[in-house]
């Protein structure tokens, strides 16, 4: 069984090893691949508006965030970002934590979610944010410098809440 | 005449009475129209990489700031505001920084030149992007609550360097 709960200030010590791999690798987020521990923080939980882990017996195998994605005007549509650890890929992990970002999203009062940054060599996302309701509203050339690839593009995400 | 220099830390007195009412009226930037001038300092000009002012003997008419658009792998691609005071509008004093701005974007050693948030609404700027060299390669859905026109789409505009 797997539990979504809000992630308390004690989590983070149990997400940022899930973070730090990824942000390490320098392949799918937009983030300084060196970020100390302190920063990660304030990406994850304190600009967020919320945070969230999800657990099974194993512990914590995933998380994500939602945040207000522009202030003023455009504070009705969020940003969402996810990790799952590598030990619990190919588990539907990912789609399960974007389902409940979607409900939580709601819930907070959103009326649309948008991902600002994914890559178009990230298939795997691609096709999991599509079958999840999002459409590519934008393509943004030679984004990303890739550590593999070189350039690639990146995709702007969209769906209605 | 007409100059662009690089803004000092003294500057920024001049600066914010026209990011005020910019921001104040609420249709154009995704900032909160409450904006103190303490975070409109952090936004336009600690968080900037670079911002110029531009001066004419009736003193500074005009702002802009560059920053890097994303971190990590995105880093290549850099973000512009600019800002035209209202008693110096239709002089071309816009085209003029964003001019200005990329022949400063390329010294810097940025790639391509993005704006991530520009309202349909604002057919002037549009228009003038366009003529600038930017596509548009993003059109997000009601992206604004504008005050007078209820929601607005915002576009993502590009142009390599």
């Known amino acids: 069984m797997m539990e979504i709960r809000a992630a308390g200030p004690d989590d983070f010590d149990l997400i940022w090893p899930m ?49 207000t994605n522009q202030p003023g005007g455009g504070a009705h549509i969020c940003n969402c970002g996810y990790i799952v650890s590598p030990v619990a890929r190919g588990q539907g992990i990912a789609a399960m934590l974007c389902a409940h970002s979607q409900d939580e999203a709601r819930r907070l009062g959103y009326q649309a979610m948008q991902f600002n940054f994914v890559l178009a060599s990230n298939d795997g996302a691609v096709r999991l944010w599509h079958r999840l309701g999002f459409e590519t509203v934008g393509t943004i050339p030679d984004a990303f410098a890739h550590p593999q690839q070189g350039l690639v593009d990146a995709y702007v995400m969209y769906r209605r809440l």
């Open 19 to 67: 973070l730090r791999d990824v942000f390490r690798a320098g392949d799918t987020y937009a983030v300084d691949p060196r970020i100390s521990k302190a920063k990660a923080h304030a990406y994850w939980m304190t600009q967020a508006r919320a945070t969230y882990v999800a657990e099974t017996d194993a512990g914590v195998v995933g998380t994500y965030y939602i945040k």
